[in-house]
């Protein structure tokens, strides 16, 4: 793609037609955004594919949360939009399996899932995607992340190729974010993501950036694994430690 896109772009602005505008209904300054703007044109002229012809993403009601103590037994992890962007996944609420046992059930995502914050301050975690694993594998992520799943009709591009662009700053993020409205609180709406346009590059390039990603999230999870386990045995120790003193 580097011979598709310049690494910086000369400085320049935009007069954008007051009637246009209106047509366009949007007065977000974001939506003029000259890099974002070019970088959607460029992938459109060499060649691309609308991401709703691809994967199906959506978001999940809001609800009332009923949260307990980690340790309840009927406590459920919920997984927020700052947990998946962390390097060690981990849920910082918990909420009853009896009382939201409903919206847990809708809230659970499955492994090759293509998650993105869609709630929260531009800048900060808002559009960051990742692909789930095995550790998320089933998890109950909040109404803040936005799922996008691959369609089982989709023939026509490598869905982990898919999950390395929407998921890559140069690329995905300043698209995704393109689309974002609200002003104190940015929001990302899935029906704006199908219009993204994903290069249609030669299949066996994307199958080989797909490998590589898919292989990331692996080894990424691999790492969660032992983080967790050699921090759990250390726990142990000092634990065992304390108890015969």
């Not at 246009?20 to 594919?49: C, F, K, W």
């Not at 799922?147 to 993020?173: E, H, Q």
């Not at 080989?208 to 898919?214: K, S, V």
Request: glycine residues 4%.
């Amino acid at each position: 793609m580097d011979h598709i896109i310049p690494a910086s772009l000369p400085e320049h602005n935009y007069n954008i037609i007051a009637s246009t505008a209106l047509r366009m209904n949007r007065l977000d300054p974001h939506m003029y955004d000259s890099y974002s703007n070019y970088l959607l044109a460029e992938i459109v002229r060499h060649g691309s594919v609308p991401l709703g012809e691809i994967a199906t993403p959506w978001v999940v009601p809001r609800f009332k949360r009923n949260y307990l103590n980690a340790q309840n037994p009927n406590a459920v992890p919920l997984f927020s939009s700052s947990d998946i962007v962390r390097a060690n996944f981990s849920a910082s609420k918990f909420i009853s399996k009896k009382l939201n046992a409903r919206n847990i059930s809708l809230c659970k995502v499955e492994k090759d899932f293509i998650l993105i914050p869609c709630s929260g301050a531009y800048g900060g975690i808002l559009g960051k995607g990742i692909l789930t694993g095995d550790l998320l594998d089933g998890k109950a992520m909040s109404q803040h992340v936005l799922r996008i799943k691959n369609r089982p009709d989709n023939s026509s591009m490598d869905f982990f190729y898919v999950a390395a662009f929407l998921c890559s700053y140069k690329f995905g993020y300043p698209l995704i974010t393109a689309t974002r409205f609200g002003k104190d609180i940015p929001e990302l709406d899935p029906e704006a993501l199908k219009s993204i346009p994903i290069p249609n590059i030669p299949n066996e390039l994307q199958i080989r950036i797909g490998t590589m990603f898919r292989k990331s999230r692996d080894l990424q999870e691999e790492a969660n694994r032992l983080e967790n386990a050699a921090i759990l045995e250390f726990e142990r120790l000092y634990e065992n430690s304390v108890e015969s003193n």
